[in-house]
C-alpha cells in the first residue's frame, strides 16, 4: 500500500517526469532497485529535505534514513524544539505532566527497633 502513496506524492510534486522542480526543491524518483524509494531535495545545495525509501523507512534532513521514521536535527511542536540534534529532551516538561492519581496501599510495616 505504501508504494501507492509514494506514487501520488511523485505525480503531484514531479508531475509524471523522472525529475521535477519547485523554485528551489527537486524531486527523483529511483528504480526498483534495492535503493529505490522517492526524495526531495534542496536543489542549491543538494541537501536531502526528506527521503521516502521502497522498504517503508523515512528519513528527514537524511537520505539514508536507518529507522521507521529517522529525523536528522531538531524536533519541535509549533515552533517550540522539544528535542535536538542530539536526542536530548530540551523542551517544557510542565506539559507532560498529567492530572494526580489517588494514593497507592501503604506499603510493607518496617522493623521496630529502639536506639538510646
Not at 536531502?48 to 536535527?73: E, H, M, S
Not at 492519581?101 to 538510646?116: A, K
Amino acid at each position: 500500500m505504501h508504494k501507492y502513496w509514494l506514487i501520488v506524492v511523485m505525480v503531484l510534486l514531479s508531475g509524471i517526469s523522472k525529475y521535477g522542480y519547485a523554485k528551489d526543491m527537486g524531486s527523483e524518483l529511483k528504480d526498483n532497485s534495492a535503493d529505490s524509494g522517492f526524495s526531495i531535495t534542496e536543489k542549491t545545495n543538494d541537501s536531502t529535505i526528506a527521503r521516502f525509501r521502497g522498504d517503508g523507512k523515512v528519513g528527514i534532513g537524511t537520505a539514508d534514513p536507518n529507522a521507521t521514521l529517522d529525523v536528522w536535527g531538531n524536533i519541535g511542536i509549533n515552533g517550540i524544539s522539544i528535542i535536538n540534534n542530539s536526542g536530548q529532551w530540551v523542551g517544557d516538561t510542565t506539559g507532560l505532566v498529567g492530572p494526580e492519581g489517588s494514593q497507592g496501599p501503604p506499603g510493607p510495616q518496617g522493623p521496630h527497633r529502639v536506639f538510646g
